[in-house]
């Protein structure tokens, strides 16, 4: 019988795991983050918005606003000035408006409010 035990054994303490992230996951981060950085250039080089979106949309059902940052932020240290990503704001926006997984919890969010207040007042 084995009676030498560590104490996160005995004490049931789980190691800390946020610093291993799977291989397959950093990949899908970084081709994901190179995705919206491409957009985000053809956008900036006055690329047609419906043009874009629908490469977008054929590659993400939906995106976080944390990945958009991230490009943004990357575009930025690779030298493009801060002025031309903020002008183009306007622009990101349109090319994510309703993708984001922010705006599709919101959205259903109010759905579900609206069926209720419909159930409890049908007119």
Same mark, same amino acid.
């Given at each position: /019988?084995?009676?030498?035990? %560590?104490? =996160?054994?005995?004490?049931?303490?789980?190691?800390?795991?946020?610093? /291993?992230?799977?291989?397959?996951?950093? @990949? &899908?981060?970084? %081709?994901?983050?190179?995705?919206?950085?491409?957009?985000?250039?053809?956008?900036?080089?006055?690329? =047609?918005?419906?043009?874009?979106?629908?490469? #977008?949309v054929?590659? #993400?059902?939906?995106?976080?606003?944390?990945?958009?940052? &991230?490009?943004?932020?990357?575009?930025?240290? +690779?030298?493009?000035?801060?002025?031309? @990503?903020?002008?183009?704001?306007?622009?990101?926006?349109?090319? #994510?408006?309703?993708?984001? &997984?922010?705006?599709?919890?919101?959205?259903?969010?109010?759905?579900v +409010?609206? %069926?209720? &207040?419909?159930?409890? =007042?049908?007119?």
């Amino acid at each position: /019988m084995n009676l030498n035990w %560590s104490v =996160d054994e005995i004490t049931g303490n789980m190691p800390d795991i946020s610093s /291993m992230r799977s291989k397959e996951f950093q @990949v &899908k981060e970084t %081709s994901n983050t190179e995705l919206l950085k491409d957009y985000l250039k053809r956008l900036g080089n006055g690329e =047609d918005l419906e043009s874009v979106k629908k490469d #977008f949309v054929q590659n #993400f059902s939906d995106v976080e606003a944390s990945e958009i940052m &991230k490009a943004e932020q990357e575009l930025i240290k +690779e030298g493009t000035p801060i002025t031309e @990503v903020q002008k183009l704001c306007d622009v990101h926006s349109a090319l #994510f408006h309703g993708l984001t &997984k922010e705006e599709k919890i919101a959205n259903a969010e109010k759905a579900v +409010e609206e %069926s209720l &207040k419909k159930k409890k =007042d049908p007119k």
